[in-house]
């Protein structure tokens, strides 16, 4: 069955204090590799795609890598306007966009 | 671009009634799906359609139906409404051979 397991559930950080958000990955092929960003009561916003292993992508103080099992989302140096729900999805290889499985996420407060 | 739009934003609804949400995807996106999003289960997927078929399902009972009409727009409909349908119900919409869905920012159903 096809699975995609977050940790930690969540996370508080002092802004500026570093840290990495995980996102192991159970699926019969991986044809590609989502995180989002979500603020409450809105829709989760889009942030990478990653679609093989070694790949890396950054935007501002976010960086998203990729294992064969697993990804990274690493955040350097928080603010608080960091604080959101960051959810990953897999496509499964096969399926469509449309089609993707969900992480439960990872809640993060980041505090001044 | 105009994004996702979903409406209504909010609904209260009395268990036994139905209930139908809507969806207009981003211009020229022919995929939309739908997620039920709760505390306790994250972001499940529903159904997608793509040129008014459903082109994918997931594993929710009979009484979760929906439909897309020959402008993209999508709609869902709940019928027999039970307490545990309160939820979040998000609508993403992507296009052929793009790299992200987007979503919208949901529709907030509270069944009482």
């Known amino acids: 069955e096809d699975q995609v397991t977050q940790s930690p559930e969540a996370l508080r950080l002092q802004e500026g204090e570093s840290s990495s958000l995980n996102c192991s990955y159970t699926?019969?092929?991986?044809?590609?590799l989502f995180w989002y960003r979500q603020d409450p009561g809105k829709g989760p916003e889009f942030l990478f795609t990653?679609?093989?292993a070694g790949e890396e992508k950054e935007k501002e103080r976010l960086k998203a890598t990729l294992t064969k099992k697993e990804s990274f989302l690493h955040i350097t140096a928080p603010k608080p306007e960091d604080s959101a729900t960051y959810l990953c999805?897999?496509?499964?290889?096969?399926?469509?966009?449309?089609?993707?499985?969900f992480g439960r996420g990872t809640q993060l407060t980041v505090w001044p | 671009k105009a994004g996702v739009t979903q409406t209504p934003r909010y609904l209260i609804k009395t268990r036994g009634q139905q209930v139908t949400l809507s969806c207009s995807p981003i211009s020229g996106h022919r995929s939309v799906s739908w997620y039920q999003q709760t505390p306790g289960q994250g972001l499940q997927f529903l159904f997608e359609?793509?040129?008014?078929?459903?082109?994918n399902k997931g594993n929710f009972p009979g009484r979760f139906s929906g439909r897309q009409f020959s402008n993209s727009r999508s709609e869902m409909n709940v019928s027999t409404l039970e307490l545990g349908d309160s939820a979040l119900y998000l609508c993403a919409s992507s296009r052929q051979g793009d790299t992200e869905a987007f979503f919208g920012q949901g529709t907030r159903l509270t069944v009482v």
């Open positions: 699926v019969s092929g991986l044809r590609g």
């Open positions: 999805a897999v496509q499964v290889r096969g399926s469509t966009l449309g089609r993707l499985y």
């Open positions: 359609y793509f040129s008014e078929t459903q082109r």
């Open positions: 990653l679609y093989s």
